[in-house]
């Protein structure tokens, strides 16, 4: 009677310490979704010519390169603004001074996004617009929904740092 408790409890924390793993190492090996999905929608655009394809290619280098040290200052200054709050004696102005400067950041990147869309798109021939643009659709009112992006739903800039080198070394 003993032995098959212990069996029982042996094997059901094997089951636990495999599942966590595997769990643990599929979320690893996940790419952050703004990439996959913006590396994804641009490949996928129809009938892209070789010249295309390269100057895109380029244009998300490029892209990358700038956005992805005011992404690393947004993800400090998030850092910061939680410190700020968990602190024992709270400062309202410099919560409210990181908030800006969080703000500002984000108007920053979203303004390098749309005019990063907009250089991708004038490579293009009106039937691919017509494609590259109903994919942007769904994507926007997925973050609306919170599905998007967001604080980063667990990914942090090394991730992204990660997929920039990726993106230079292809």
């Keep these: 009677m003993k032995k098959t408790v212990v ?3 042996l094997l059901v924390l ?3 310490v495999l599942i966590t793993s595997f769990s643990l190492n599929s979320y690893a090996q996940r790419e952050p979704r703004e990439f996959k999905d ?5 490949h996928k655009i ?3 010519t ?3 394809k390269t100057k895109i290619d380029g244009l998300r280098v490029k892209h990358l390169k700038e956005v992805t040290p005011l992404r690393n200052e947004l993800d400090e200054k998030r850092a910061h603004l939680k410190t700020l709050e968990s602190m024992e004696k709270i400062d309202r102005d410099a919560i409210n001074k990181t908030i800006d400067e ?6 920053k990147i979203m303004k390098m996004k749309v005019n990063h869309r907009l250089d991708v798109a004038a490579l293009l021939t009106d039937e691919q617009k017509v494609f590259f643009n109903s994919h942007r659709e769904g994507r926007d009112r997925d973050d609306e929904r919170g599905m ?8 942090g800039h090394m991730d ?4 920039m080198m990726q993106e230079m070394h292809k």
């Design 7 to 9: 069996t029982k409890s």
């Design 14 to 16: 094997l089951v636990s």
């Design 38 to 42: 913006s590396a994804r929608i641009e």
């Design 46 to 48: 129809p009938n892209l």
């Design 50 to 52: 070789p010249e295309q």
């Design 102 to 107: 969080i703000t500002a950041l984000q108007g």
């Design 148 to 155: 998007g992006r967001g604080k980063d739903r667990g990914r």
């Design 160 to 163: 992204r740092d990660h997929e």
